[in-house]
């Protein structure tokens, strides 16, 4: 599993990123995915999850009703669209592979097989 993460940059407030996170490996469609981000001074925390054919999408409280997480498996891609960027979002994300094809929100962190490199997210006030 090899995870290459892309789509950060600077935003303002309010406004919308997608991130893209392909898989170079073999066995993409059989594991679920995730995002988690890590803001200065802060422990990674856990984003959004997805479950290897799409089903029982999660996400963190803090970003429901603004972040999506959804997945291609024909491209190895996943996917996390956020809107209604806050300040607070600010933060490196990393996408990541899970060794089980589901997972819950509370046990995605305990899960992690792979980890992508971090894409930077900079939200502007």
């Known amino acids: 599993v090899q995870l290459q993460a892309s789509g950060g940059g600077l935003v303002q407030a309010g406004g919308s990123l997608r991130l893209s996170c392909v898989d170079s490996?073999?066995?993409?469609?059989?594991?679920?995915k995730g995002w988690f981000r890590q803001a200065p001074g802060k422990e990674r925390e856990f984003v959004a999850a997805i479950g290897w054919r799409g089903q029982g999408a999660h996400l963190a409280d803090s970003v429901k009703g603004r972040f999506a997480i959804s997945r291609d498996n024909a491209k190895n891609a996943v996917y996390l669209q956020m809107n209604s960027l806050k300040s607070e979002d600010t933060a490196v994300y990393f996408c990541?592979?899970?060794?089980?094809?589901?997972?819950?929100?509370?046990?995605?962190?305990?899960?992690?097989?792979?980890w992508g490199q971090g894409t930077l997210v900079t939200v502007s006030s």
């Open positions: 490996g073999r066995d993409f469609g059989n594991y679920a």
């Open positions: 990541a592979a899970a060794t089980k094809p589901y997972v819950s929100a509370q046990n995605m962190m305990r899960f992690v097989g792979s």
